[in-house]
């Protein structure tokens, strides 16, 4: 077991450069072994760090296509809740998604979306690291749709007339739409809407080509990734050999981890250490979840998620919170599992938020939103009679103070008198995330301080 000294050492800075390898080093500091290891330990547990948002991008995708299929765009008729099959952590419950697992191997495929004006809307496009390489909505495209061709790395094809390309950095992509709702009635509205994703050949009349290879069944849930151990690093060289790296630091970082076995195709697992490191690297992330370093008032803000460069700590920590996170000009996802003292959230202890006057989370005021929703443990939905499992600036019934101060009380019965301002929690545990979309410039450079929780 690593010791929690080590693991503080280990991620002091989750930006840190891995060319020089410290992170390997430190883990190679919190190593203990009594005899000769068969790989370099060290070096195991940071490839895992590093592998770790594929291997659960594969996974999601293969939970989803499972569901609704590969390369077909589905589309949500009603808000998720505790009913919603548990693919992606931290859903939301203010937009409508729109959703699909795009395999670019034998064609590009073309999205059509149509302008929306009057209400939020995104499609975000995460290639299978993570990363948001490319966004259609009221932000990147001031709520201009059309059709939009999406194509594998090394396409060289003509699109068709009025089709924009979009290059994809891996040949899998996962499609994710969001579409705001006011209410459960205003959901029609947005199912209305006209919105299509159609392969390549059906456009151009050319014959089909032969399809992908199917992506196969999900060993587990994308949230145990790594409780397997070694198995991790079978799974890993299965996802490496359709989704190769996609920027130079990945592709240096592969080339180290490449003494180790592990690569495209390959299985290295067998060796124990294999199963240590994967020990190792999950306690890193979480380490790095827990570091105070980066709280303020008890809430952790990432305003690099999205893109992450050189830093695949982040990315790691990013894909285990809140897989599938925007950049931050599109939201900013402040996260907190207790209080600032570093007391835990518990539905024992009644707790208020309090928005003093002129501070309530600052978003775009056409068409930014906020809410704050409340997780298990899972980070999922925790079941409450009230069947609410958000609360922010849309919710009916919320009410102000006198001086234009707002209060929402997190509590596991009714305040008495304040139904309106309340966040229903369970008896136990559970996790709070803050969603601000299309955040004002406050949010951005970090001036803006959100409040912390206390008790009531």
Not at 145 to 150: V, W
Not at 232 to 258: H, K, M, N, Q
Not at 427 to 452: H, I, N, Q, W
Request: charged residues 15%.
């Amino acid at each position: 077991m690593v010791q929690r000294t080590c693991l503080v050492a280990c991620v002091q800075s989750t930006r840190m450069k891995w060319t020089a390898s410290p992170l390997a080093l430190a883990f190679l500091a919190c190593s203990h072994a009594s005899s000769p290891a068969p790989i370099d330990a060290a070096l195991a547990a940071e490839a895992f760090v590093w592998g770790y948002p594929l291997v659960v991008t594969q996974r999601t995708m293969q939970s989803v296509a499972l569901l609704v299929g590969t390369n077909t765009l589905f589309n949500q008729t009603a808000l998720a809740d505790t009913t919603t099959p548990r693919l992606i952590v931290s859903p939301n419950q203010d937009t409508l998604y729109s959703i699909a697992v795009l395999d670019l191997r034998s064609e590009p495929m073309v999205l059509g979306v149509p302008d929306v004006l009057d209400r939020y809307w995104t499609y975000q496009l995460l290639d299978a690291w993570t990363c948001s390489f490319r966004y259609v909505g009221t932000r990147a495209t001031q709520g201009k749709g059309g059709r939009f061709l999406i194509a594998a790395p090394g396409w060289k094809g003509t699109p068709p007339p009025g089709v924009e390309v979009i290059a994809a950095p891996t040949p899998r992509v996962f499609l994710l739409g969001r579409y705001l709702v006011k209410d459960a009635a205003d959901a029609a509205n947005v199912t209305s809407l006209a919105r299509t994703l159609v392969p390549l050949h059906a456009i151009t009349g050319d014959a089909p080509p032969d399809p992908p290879p199917p992506l196969g069944r999900a060993p587990g849930s994308a949230s145990d990734v790594g409780r397997e151990g070694g198995a991790f690093f079978d799974e890993l060289g299965d996802a490496l050999a359709i989704d190769a790296p996609a920027s130079a630091s990945d592709v240096a970082a592969l080339a180290r981890y490449a003494k180790l076995g592990i690569g495209a195709g390959l299985h290295p697992s067998g060796p124990a250490a294999f199963d240590d490191a994967a020990a190792k690297g999950l306690a890193a992330i979480q380490a790095a979840i827990d570091d105070p370093m980066h709280r303020v008032n008890g809430w952790t803000v990432h305003l690099d998620a999205g893109t992450y460069d050189d830093a695949p700590l982040v990315r790691a920590l990013v894909a285990k919170l809140a897989w599938g996170a925007n950049v931050a000009r599109e939201a900013v996802y402040p996260i907190s599992t207790s209080d600032a003292s570093g007391q835990p959230y518990s539905g024992s202890q009644p707790r208020v938020v309090h928005f003093a006057p002129g501070q309530l989370p600052p978003v775009d005021d056409a068409h930014g939103f906020w809410s704050l929703t409340l997780y298990g443990p899972d980070r999922f939905f925790a079941e409450n009679a009230l069947h609410r499992y958000a609360i922010g600036d849309r919710t009916a019934g919320l009410t102000t103070n006198a001086d234009g101060s707002l209060d929402l009380f997190l509590q596991h019965d009714a305040p008495l008198g304040r139904e309106g301002n309340w966040l229903p929690t369970p008896t136990g545990a559970y996790t709070l995330m803050l969603r601000m979309y299309l955040p004002k410039p406050s949010v951005l450079d970090g001036s803006y301080v959100v409040p912390a929780v206390v008790p009531q």
